[in-house]
C-alpha cells in the first residue's frame, strides 16, 4: 500500500527545498491521521514486543529525535507502526535554530546533512501538544537539549527543566549531548562534564519519582565520532551511574563516506547510508564496553529491515529510523517489523 504512493509522493517532495518539503509531510501525515486516512496499529498480543529500560515496546522500531519536533505530530507517526516515538529536541526555552538554508539531501548517497540547530518551539508549546494526542498508545520519549546561549557550564539547569516538565508525560527522556549543530555542545561528553551532568540528573530523577511515584528512564544519545578509548571512558562513567540506556548515535562530522560530493562541504551532521558502517561500528563498541544490563539503541544509516535485523544481532535492543524514512517511504517500518519479530 505504502510503497507506489510514497514513490509518488517523494517525486514530488524531492523537487521541493528540503525543509520545505520536511513540513509538508508533517503537516500531511497529521491531517491524514485526524481525517482518519491512518488506521492506528492495534499492538494486540505480545508478538514482537520487547521489554527495554522496564518498559514494554510493542515492536523493535522507533522514530529517531528530529523528524518531529514539536510533538504534533505523534498519532500520525504513531498510525505507521512505530512502536516507540522520540520527539524533540526540545529545550527550555523556543529558538528558532540556524540561519538557512540548513538541511540538504544528498540524494545519490542516500544522506542529509543537517545544521538545524535545535529548532523547537520551547517545553511549553511541546507539553501542550503531546497533551492534545490521541491514538498513540506506543512509548513515548523527549528528547531533551540546551538552549544555544546557555553556557556549558549552566546546562544542567536547561536538562533539569526539562526533566521535571516532562517527567508526567514521556515514558522516558533522552538527554542529548551529541548534536554537532549547537556549538560548544559535544564537549559535555567528556568524562568530567558528563559525570557531574549525570550525578545531579539522577538526583533530580530520585526527587521527581518519589513526588510522582512513577520511575521514568533516562537515556543518553552518543556522538559516532568519538574514539574508542572516550567511549571506554564514558562507559565506565554510565556503568557506574548507571543510566537506563545509550544511543547510538548521532549524525557525524565526518565526511570520508561522501567525499567528493559538492554538498559534502557543508557544515552539519550527516546523517542516512554513509552512517551505517560507523554507526554499526558504535553499536558494537559501545556494546563490548557497558554493563550488560544497559541496552543499546541503535540509530543511523538504517534504510532496510536487513539493516534493522544486523543491529540487533550486534547487540541492539531497539533501533530508531530518521533519514531512512525520508528516502524509503512508510513502508520501512512494516518492513523492520517483519524482519526482526523473529529476533529476540
Not at 108 to 127: D, S, Y
Not at 167 to 189: C, E
Not at 288 to 294: F, H, K, Q, R, V
Request: aromatic share 6%; proline share 6%; net charge neutral.
Amino acid at each position: 500500500m505504502w510503497e507506489g504512493a510514497y514513490k509518488l509522493a517523494r517525486g514530488l517532495l524531492f523537487r521541493m527545498d528540503a525543509e520545505q518539503a520536511h513540513h509538508v509531510t508533517l503537516d500531511g501525515l497529521c491531517w491524514a491521521e485526524r481525517l482518519g486516512l491512518l488506521r492506528a496499529p492495534a499492538y494486540e498480543g505480545d508478538e514482537g514486543g520487547v521489554t527495554v529500560m522496564g518498559l514494554r515496546f510493542p515492536n523493535r522500531i522507533g522514530l529517531a529525535a528530529g523528524m518531529d519536533k514539536t510533538g504534533e505530530a505523534v498519532d500520525g507517526f504513531g498510525a505507521l507502526g512505530f512502536g516507540h516515538i522520540e520527539v524533540g529536541t526540545v529545550t527550555p526555552r523556543p529558538q528558532p535554530g540556524n540561519e538557512p538554508p540548513r538541511l540538504f539531501r544528498l540524494i545519490r548517497e542516500e544522506a542529509v546533512i543537517n545544521r538545524m540547530g535545535f529548532n523547537n518551539p520551547g517545553l511549553e508549546a511541546m507539553l501542550r501538544h503531546l497533551e492534545r494526542r490521541r491514538t498513540f498508545r506506543g512509548v513515548l520519549g523527549v528528547n531533551l537539549g540546551k538552549n544555544f546561549d546557555t553556557p556549558n557550564e549552566r546546562a544542567v539547569e536547561d536538562y533539569v527543566a526539562g526533566l521535571r516538565a516532562f517527567y508526567p508525560v514521556a515514558d522516558y527522556v533522552a538527554v542529548n549531548l551529541s548534536s554537532p549543530n549547537t556549538k560548544g555542545l559535544r564537549d559535555l561528553q567528556s568524562v568530567n562534564a558528563f559525570a557531574a551532568l549525570f550525578d545531579r540528573l539522577l538526583e533530580e530523577r530520585r526527587l521527581l519519582q518519589a513526588e510522582h511515584g512513577i520511575y521514568r528512564p533516562i537515556a543518553v544519545k552518543v556522538a559516532p565520532d568519538l574514539s574508542p578509548e572516550q567511549t571506554a571512558d564514558l562507559a565506565a562513567v554510565i556503568n557506574r551511574l548507571p543510566l537506563d540506556a545509550v544511543i547510538a548515535t548521532n549524525t557525524t562530522i565526518d565526511r570520508s563516506a561522501v567525499q567528493g560530493h559538492p554538498l559534502a562541504g557543508e557544515a552539519g551532521g550527516l546523517s542516512g547510508r554513509p552512517l551505517a558502517a560507523k554507526s554499526l561500528e558504535c553499536l558494537r563498541l559501545w556494546r563490548s564496553e557497558l554493563s550488560a544490563s544497559i541496552p543499546v539503541i541503535s540509530v543511523g544509516g538504517i534504510l532496510s529491515g536487513a539493516d534493522a535485523r544486523e543491529r540487533l544481532r550486534s547487540g541492539a535492543a531497539l533501533v530508531q529510523v530518521y533519514t531512512g524514512l525520508i528516502y524509503r517511504g512508510p513502508g520501512l517500518v512494516s518492513e523492520i517489523i517483519r524482519e526482526t519479530m523473529e529476533t529476540r
